[in-house]
Structures are given as C-alpha cells and as structure tokens.
C-alpha cells in the first residue's frame, strides 16, 4: 500500500489527543505523513494510543487547566517538533450540570479546562506556530443551542466560539488562522463515562430520532473538518465549521 504523503514534514500538536474526535484526528494526519504530540491526562491512554498511532506520534502527559503543564507542553514541543504547523485544541469535559443543582466546582472545572485551558494552550504554543499555521478550536452545536443540563458547558463553548474570532485577529500579522469546528452528535464513547448507561442510550436514541441525517457523526467525519481547517482553508479564518449531520441548520 502506498503511503500518503499529503502531511509529509508537517508538525501537529493536538490536546486531548488520546480518545475519540482527537485521536481519529491524530490517526489521519500521522498516516498521512505528519508528526504528531497528543496530549492528554492520562498516562495509560496516552501511552495506547501512541502505540496504535506508530512511530510519527508522541504522547505527552498534562492537564490544559495548568498552566505549568502547558509550559511543560510547549517546551515538549519545541524540543520534539521545533516548530508547529497546526495546533488542534480539542481537550475538554462534558458534565451534564442541571441548572438548579450546578455547583461551583462543577463550574470551575468545566470552565477551567474547556475556556481557559484552550487560551492558555493557544497563547503558550503560538511562540512556536509557523508562519500559516493554522489552529483549530473544537466547539459544540451546544453554543447556539438551548440544550438542558448543558448550560455551563455552552456558554464555555460558545466562549470558544469568540474565541475563534478574536485570537484570528490577534494571530493575523503571523498570518495565523484560528477556527473552529463544531461537532454534533459524534459517537466518541464518551456518553458512556458521563453517564449511567440507560441513561447514555436514551439520550443517545433522542439525537437520532431528531437528526435530519438520522444517524450519529463519526470522530473520522468530524477529524477531516479539522485538517481541512488546519490545512486546507487558506482564506479562512475565524470561521465556524458545523459538522451535526445538518442539526442546527435545517
């Protein structure tokens, strides 16, 4: 078989790398030629899923919400890759957060690693962004959705969504660009550790039913978006890209 060379020379660094959406995305840029550092917060899924990536992946242990880990990650980086050509930032959590009952915690946490630990990310690694680099943030059609129990995690995503806009303005002179994709209903495996199973597949059956694709999206769907967006869309920046099967345009 021959090998695809489409990212062959190019240096990825992508948070949350070692599961579901990130890792698919790791997997179609390293068998396309790229180098790439996925990062995540634990060191026993890290370490699978640089295996099943193969010898152009490494895998680096940290926690977005640190700052002192991100320090760590950019200097792991410079080292490794010297400079990067796409920063993918896709870490984050999804805790279901009724409103009457959310706590504190639960809202510090989640703003902890799905908004700031995005910035921080971003601002530690543009040091080492080439000139054309392209960044990716993963939002959610929760940012313009009035979903229950999911307050706290759309107005974080949806944060992210600003984001896009303002760091794109910032970065520009660099000749940067930051979007973002915007992921449905993706099967990712990770409504089965947030939830009880029942309750994982009703919820799960609820999004089929009022999908107009009428299925789940796949993290390979939504993986080609983001090197699209990383790669591909030179005249693009501060942009959106909805991936949801059509849910939140039809």
């Known amino acids: 078989m021959e090998m695809n060379e489409t ?24 068998d396309a030629g790229a180098r790439v550092v996925i990062t995540g917060r634990s060191q026993s899924t890290l370490d699978a899923a640089a295996e099943r990536l193969g010898k152009h992946a490494l895998a680096f242990r940290g926690d977005v919400a640190s700052l002192p880990d991100l320090d760590a990650l950019a ?46 990310t971003v601002q530690k690694l543009a ?54 994709v915007s992921p449905g209903p993706v099967d990712t495996g990770i409504l089965e550790k947030t939830m009880p199973k029942e309750a994982a597949e009703q919820f799960k059956a609820e999004r089929v039913a009022e999908n107009p694709m009428h299925r789940f999206g796949t993290p390979e769907e939504v993986a080609r978006a983001v090197a699209f967006l990383a790669f591909d869309a030179t005249y693009t920046t501060g942009a959106e890209l909805v991936v949801d099967g059509g849910a939140t345009q039809l």
């Open 7 to 30: 990212y062959s020379g190019k240096n990825v660094v992508i948070t949350g790398g070692s599961s579901g959406i990130g890792f698919a995305t790791a997997k179609l840029l390293v």
């Open 127 to 180: 040091p080492l962004l080439s000139t054309g680099a392209g960044v990716v943030l993963t939002t959610s059609v929760a940012n313009v959705m009035g979903l229950l129990e999911s307050s706290v995690y759309a107005a974080g995503k949806a944060a992210l969504r600003s984001m896009a806009r303002s760091l794109s303005r910032e970065l520009l002179p660099r000749k940067i660009r930051v979007n973002a």
């Open 75 to 120: 200097a792991y980086a410079r080292d490794q890759l010297g400079t990067v050509d796409a920063l993918f930032v896709n870490a984050g959590v999804t805790i279901p957060t009724p409103f009457v009952s959310t706590t504190e915690e639960m809202f510090d946490e989640s703003f902890a690693i799905n908004v700031k630990g995005a910035f921080f």
